[in-house]
């Protein structure tokens, strides 16, 4: 079992920062981490993900060059630093630990999932 908490959603305006954190506790050893978001009324979709060494990482063409995701192995988390922000990035984020192994851009490659931290933007 894997235990994924998120942290540092918020409401802020745009162009604004922020800072998404999660720490993940129990079988921590998986294939990398990801960061997916859901609004109101759409699906799910790929944000932001780091291979387990952190040497790759991958990014939804809507963040690219706003957005970076990084970890830290030794204290089991995984961050988001999203700069720019926009209206459009409005939704629940959740992070979740890739154990499977096929792509980092599809959520049917995750087996545990965060409850989520809201970001909300206002234009």
């Known amino acids: 079992q894997v235990q994924l908490v998120e942290s540092g959603g918020g409401l802020v305006q745009a162009g604004d920062s922020l800072r998404l954190s999660c720490a993940a506790s129990?079988?921590?050893?998986?294939?990398?981490m990801g960061w997916f978001r859901q609004a109101p009324g759409k699906e799910r979709e790929f944000v932001a993900a780091?291979?387990?060494?952190?040497?790759?990482?991958y990014y939804a063409d809507s963040v690219k060059g706003r957005f970076t995701i990084s970890s830290d192995n030794a204290k089991n988390t995984v961050s988001l630093q999203m700069n720019s922000l926009k209206p459009e990035d409005t939704a629940v984020y959740h992070c979740?630990?890739?154990?499977?192994?096929?792509?980092?851009?599809?959520?049917?490659?995750?087996?545990?999932w965060g409850q989520g931290t809201q970001v909300s933007v206002s234009s």
């Open positions: 780091i291979s387990r060494s952190g040497g790759s990482t």
């Open positions: 979740a630990s890739k154990f499977l192994a096929g792509s980092y851009y599809d959520p049917s490659s995750y087996r545990y």
């Open positions: 129990g079988r921590t050893f998986n294939y990398g």
